[in-house]
């Protein structure tokens, strides 16, 4: 749960990779100071500033904005800096005698790199100041914690920095330099008068900053888009709130003074143009890519520290890049209905112009209209697709295999990995105007949540183009044309999906450091279980029967209660030493049956407290049979990530809502992938 802090409060971080995020009513100056216990720096080098944005461990952006981002690597500052302090000016011109008292308050927000928040702070009670020490990150006893700070200055940066130590000449040197650099990024960034946002459709990444965001998706019952605001009653969120700080405008929110909307993703090289902004110039015929019009599409062309989390990064911004392309179009669509309308309403309002060639006239006129904004919006939206696609294609073979899907070749390859990528791939996730541009729907690891894979439902295919149907043609052979998905075809849908996450998840953790359990208790699942079984992948028989449930929710509940305790008493070393410490996975199996009260009461407390120490769960049932527990089932059915074994549009995105079609991670019909990757992991444990 991330912690409001008032001003002089502290809280523990946990991390020591974060980002900061800062949010003003106004366009604000960042940086960072890095100074020794007593918050005194050294000299200008100890300052991260627009003019001189990377320090040991800090990153800050180059312009005064808004939304502010900058990521920090604690580990990595000096061992003599005790106190990493983030300030905010009001840039030259910007404040005027008010400071920033004549503008909302602003707030920061602290986060780990996966968007989960820590803690935030909102400036209040600011009045004639231009410049404040937000927060402090500070060291204590070999741990990191922040503290609200919200000491402000009239005097400005200089005031600011000589209250830190630099000498009143040094501090006001550095204070101009610093104003100097954002008035020339400013005026660089300006557009020319004849070229109105010309170029602004490649973005522009700053460097060093990881984009820590998971493809954040939820849950929205029966393909409802969800509602805005996290903590509603049925979506389930993965990683950030909509309005998280330093995500760019939302969808659908005018530019400055009322100009064009825009959807772009605000931090990367080869964001796709939006209706409204003026696209490069076309190539000319047979140039070579990126020397007119878009740039080249790159693999890994995103901020990170390891190739791994740049091309995490990059699939994030492909994700949202679509969304915000695709609400553009749609948006521009509704623009074009509406309009129409009114223009109609306008002919048929007055009885003389109902009538004769006039009104014929207006009313062909008004189509006309609305066809060519159609046709503007769908060819911008169709030059987006096309730039987004050409960037799969370049992104998708480069993928690792914990990235990968299971029909890549990177798996044929595959040998077991020496540490624990930082992210797992879940499947696929398209949209209904792009239905052939796939975006990986990848989850940060270790998983804070558990799954819940819906096997109950008959799926009813729909006439014209369905994803489902295609699908299960895919999957279930040709013999399937029309009419639903049984009832059992998609419960053995539903624990074969169970069973090619389960494997990701073994293969992509180094052998030994991942064990996998399963709970069958009407022993049914063996056919799906056979690649586990062969390989030798599963640590025990599945259990079988209520006998099995109870011992098996016994053992993995012991475990968590044990190492709960090891950790909050750091007395690792006393765990007994039949202890199994490899994180577990369990799988359960038909249920509820063989599930009384305690066993789901057990379930419950698997999923609320195993991830923290290593044990995940993963329910493979009918939601709708299970309804005999009542509103006891209620919050574990909420605590869990709801996927689907055919495709489902039941995910929305946090930014414009969209309900975006899940594709599960099954592998190619008639592939042998998943037993070779378990072969080979097999070999190497046993090695």
Known sequence: MTAELVRGQNHPLGHTRVEVRIMAGGPVVAGVTLGDEQGRLPGAEAVAHPGAPSRSGVDVPRDAAAEQRMAMDLEAVPAAVHRVSVLLALPTGA??????????????????????????????????????????????????????????????????????????????????????????????????PSAVRKGAARGERR?????????????????????????????DVLAKDRSSPGDGPAAGTPGPAGGPIDYRHPKRSSAPVSPGVQPPPAAAPGAPPGQDGPPAPVAGDAAGWSMDERLYNQVWGMFEDLARTVAAYRSAVDFADSRREQELDAVLADPRNRLGSAAGTARAAARDRHAQLVDRARAALDRDLAQLAAESDVVEPALPPAYAAWSSPVWQGYHAPLERPMALRLGDLHLPEATGLRIPMLVRLPLERGLWIDSG??????????????????ELGSALTDGPVDEAERRRLAMNTAVAIAARLLAVHPAGEFAVQVIDPGGTAAPALAPLLETGSLCAAPAAGAAGVAAVLETLTRRVDLVQMAVRSRAADALPAD???????????????????????????????GPAVGVHLMMVADRAQAREFGPVLDPLWRALLRITPVPDAHLA?????????????????????????LGRLAEARRS
């Open 207 to 235: 460097s060093g900053r990881p984009e820590g965001d998971v493809p954040p998706v939820r849950d929205t019952p029966s393909g409802q888009a969800a509602p805005a605001a996290l903590g509603a009653a049925s979506p």
């Open 457 to 474: 439902g008959a799926v009813a295919l729909r006439e014209g183009h369905d994803p489902e149907r295609e699908f299960a043609r895919r």
């Open 95 to 192: 404040a005027g005698p008010a400071g920033f008292g004549a503008a909302a308050a602003p707030s920061v927000a602290v986060t780990g790199l996966d968007g989960t928040g820590i803690a935030t702070y909102t400036l209040t009670g600011l009045g004639a100041e231009t410049a404040v020490v937000a927060i402090e990150l500070y060291r204590r006893q070999g741990a990191w914690k922040v503290r609200a700070v919200g000491q402000g200055y009239a005097g400005g940066l200089a005031a600011l920095l000589h209250d830190q130590g630099l000498g009143a000449p040094q501090a006001a040197e550095l204070a101009a330099v610093i104003e100097e650099a954002v008035g020339a990024g400013r005026a660089a960034a300006a557009p020319a």
């Open 653 to 677: 995105d946090p930014w414009v809502g969209h309900a975006w079609t899940y594709e599960p991670p099954l592998a190619p019909r008639g592939s042998q992938v998943v037993r070779h990757a």
């Open 579 to 609: 202890l199994d410490t490899a994180e577990q996975l369990l799988i359960v199996h038909d249920f509820p049956h063989g599930f009384d009260d305690r066993a789901v009461t057990q379930l419950r407390y698997l999923a609320d407290e």
